[in-house]
């Protein structure tokens, strides 16, 4: 099961719900899971079979696009859906000048997709908390 | 040896490098390039200085112009800066929110400014400066999401001048925003480091910042290429700002909120590498947040979530 949390812009197409889960060994499964679940989805999420440009997807925190996009292996992660934004520009409009995001970046550095793969890189703890509102005064290190 | 400058405008770059041995100490050395210490105190000195310089040469510019730009600081507040060393008259549109002293600050550079609704955010201040420039073509808009000499700034400046400073360098972590920085710094230090790693730091919206109608309503600058980061890592409020205080309490050093979260990042991807150098550029200093109500928020993620912060 993954749990996935659902930014505004999408929640009409869930129900309403902040968060969803779905199935799947990789993102890819998981986004089509998600799609047979609320079928509203599923044209805001691909494009052709692929993600579309303006939905960026994170696992456990780190882009997809940065990892092995559609076909990373989830394990256990969350994910979380957010609009594409630019920082200082949320949501400009797409008239001014915006373009596809470029997919499927491969990560050039293979001793770090190694290290990824061995599970010694962190994932943030505080990202993993998808539903639980922060409360507490303690500070989250990751 | 020390020297004279003609001008504020030959002190942009040439920023400070320090060693964080205490917020990250073992094994990989991080290093902080401290933006902060340009003349209006944020790396968009760089950007702006370039933006219009390249207008000059391209013959775009004639003395006396009118400048527009939407912003909602430090690219506004540079504008001001060049803008009035160089004679141009710069308006300035930013939300309505924006916080007091960037707004105070634009007024005693010069500027003036124009208020968009505050609930559209920066998005609002993009449209109403398209608006104005369309119904009046004396305006020029640098227009920074789209103007390849911002990544060039950080090619010529902030990625020379690390390649300049270090002999090895893994890992370079910057904050995303236009994509400026991360663009012209890492293809710099790429050619230097073939291996580097460029990682972006990027914040985690608020709730109240993500009303756009439809995704399809979202954004990619054009100047950003995102298959040329390697890595992307969401940065909450929360960690941001534990991070900066956690800098200023470990190395003095007194960072903007996206500062916070390049360096928590920073450090993370640290923690991953057995040795190295990783070096992380921080934007601007903490000066311009001092009116923001998250320093003694007992909930630091709701007090930020109306704002996008970088």
């Given at each position: 099961?993954?749990?996935?949390?659902?930014?505004?812009?999408?929640?009409?197409?869930?129900?309403?719900?902040?968060?969803?889960?779905?199935?799947?060994?990789?993102?890819?499964?998981?986004?089509?899971?998600?799609?047979?679940?609320?079928?509203?989805?599923?044209?805001?999420?691909?494009e052709?079979?692929e993600l579309a440009s303006f939905v960026n997807v994170?696992?456990?925190?780190?882009d997809?696009r940065?990892?092995?996009?559609?076909?990373?292996?989830?394990?256990?992660?969350?994910?979380?859906?957010?609009p594409a934004?630019a920082?200082?520009?949320?949501?400009?409009?797409?008239?001014?000048?915006s373009r596809r995001a470029e997919p499927g970046s491969?990560?050039?550095?293979?001793?770090?997709?190694?290290?990824?793969?061995?599970?010694?890189?962190?994932?943030?703890?505080?990202?993993?908390?998808?539903?639980?509102?922060?409360?507490?005064?303690?500070?989250?290190?990751? | 040896?020390?020297?004279?400058?003609?001008?504020?405008?030959?002190?942009?770059?040439?920023?400070?490098?320090?060693?964080?041995?205490?917020?990250?100490?073992?094994?990989?050395?991080?290093?902080?390039?401290?933006?902060?210490?340009?003349?209006?105190?944020?790396?968009?000195?760089?950007?702006?200085?370039?933006?219009?310089?390249?207008?000059?040469?391209?013959?775009?510019?004639?003395?006396?112009?009118?400048?527009?730009?939407?912003?909602?600081?430090?690219?506004?507040?540079?504008?001001?800066?060049?803008?009035?060393?160089?004679?141009?008259?710069?308006?300035?549109?930013?939300?309505?929110?924006?916080?007091?002293?960037?707004?105070?600050?634009?007024?005693?550079?010069?500027?003036?400014?124009?208020?968009?609704?505050?609930?559209?955010?920066?998005?609002?201040?993009?449209?109403?400066?398209?608006?104005?420039?369309?119904?009046?073509?004396?305006?020029?808009?640098?227009?920074?999401?789209?103007?390849?000499?911002?990544?060039?700034?950080?090619?010529?400046?902030?990625?020379?001048?690390?390649?300049?400073?270090?002999?090895?360098?893994?890992?370079?972590?910057?904050?995303?925003?236009?994509g400026?920085?991360?663009?012209?710094?890492?293809?710099?230090?790429?050619?230097?480091?073939?291996?580097?790693?460029?990682?972006?730091?990027?914040?985690?919206?608020?709730?109240?910042?993500?009303?756009?109608?439809?995704?399809?309503?979202g954004y990619v600058p054009?100047?950003l290429d995102v298959s040329?980061l390697?890595?992307k890592?969401?940065?909450?409020?929360?960690?941001?700002?534990?991070?900066?205080?956690?800098?200023?309490?470990?190395?003095?050093?007194?960072?903007?909120?996206?500062?916070?979260?390049?360096?928590?990042?920073?450090?993370?991807?640290?923690?991953?590498?057995?040795?190295?150098?990783?070096?992380?550029?921080?934007?601007?200093?903490?000066?311009?947040?001092?009116?923001?109500?998250?320093?003694?928020?007992?909930?630091?993620?709701?007090?930020?979530?109306?704002?996008?912060?970088?």
């Amino acid at each position: 099961m993954t749990a996935i949390r659902i930014p505004p812009t999408l929640r009409t197409e869930v129900g309403g719900e902040r968060q969803v889960e779905a199935y799947g060994g990789n993102v890819r499964e998981v986004l089509e899971d998600l799609a047979r679940r609320y079928p509203a989805l599923e044209p805001q999420l691909f494009e052709a079979g692929e993600l579309a440009s303006f939905v960026n997807v994170y696992l456990g925190g780190e882009d997809i696009r940065t990892l092995d996009g559609l076909d990373t292996t989830v394990d256990g992660l969350p994910l979380i859906l957010l609009p594409a934004m630019a920082g200082g520009a949320p949501g400009a409009p797409a008239a001014i000048g915006s373009r596809r995001a470029e997919p499927g970046s491969a990560a050039r550095s293979r001793r770090w997709t190694a290290l990824r793969r061995e599970g010694r890189a962190e994932h943030c703890p505080s990202l993993l908390r998808l539903s639980a509102p922060r409360r507490e005064s303690g500070r989250t290190r990751c | 040896m020390l020297t004279t400058a003609d001008s504020l405008l030959s002190l942009v770059g040439n920023t400070p490098l320090v060693e964080l041995s205490r917020f990250a100490p073992g094994p990989v050395r991080v290093y902080a390039k401290l933006e902060g210490q340009n003349p209006t105190g944020s790396i968009k000195d760089r950007v702006a200085k370039a933006m219009i310089e390249a207008a000059e040469a391209a013959g775009e510019l004639e003395p006396g112009r009118r400048l527009l730009e939407p912003t909602s600081g430090n690219t506004g507040i540079s504008l001001a800066l060049v803008a009035k060393l160089k004679g141009y008259p710069l308006t300035c549109v930013l939300p309505a929110n924006a916080t007091e002293e960037r707004r105070r600050l634009l007024q005693l550079y010069g500027a003036e400014l124009v208020e968009s609704p505050g609930e559209e955010g920066s998005n609002g201040a993009v449209r109403l400066a398209l608006e104005l420039a369309e119904r009046d073509s004396s305006w020029f808009m640098p227009f920074q999401y789209g103007n390849d000499a911002n990544p060039r700034a950080h090619y010529d400046g902030t990625g020379a001048e690390i390649a300049e400073a270090l002999q090895r360098v893994d890992v370079l972590v910057a904050g995303l925003g236009t994509g400026g920085t991360l663009m012209g710094t890492g293809e710099r230090l790429r050619e230097s480091f073939p291996d580097v790693v460029v990682a972006a730091a990027e914040p985690l919206p608020g709730e109240h910042v993500m009303g756009l109608r439809s995704l399809a309503d979202g954004y990619v600058p054009p100047i950003l290429d995102v298959s040329k980061l390697d890595r992307k890592l969401l940065v909450s409020n929360e960690e941001s700002v534990a991070a900066l205080r956690e800098l200023l309490d470990a190395e003095g050093i007194f960072g903007g909120v996206s500062a916070g979260a390049v360096v928590h990042v920073a450090r993370r991807l640290a923690r991953e590498l057995d040795d190295g150098v990783v070096v992380c550029v921080l934007a601007d200093a903490g000066w311009k947040y001092l009116s923001a109500d998250f320093w003694d928020a007992a909930d630091v993620e709701t007090s930020m979530e109306r704002t996008v912060w970088w």
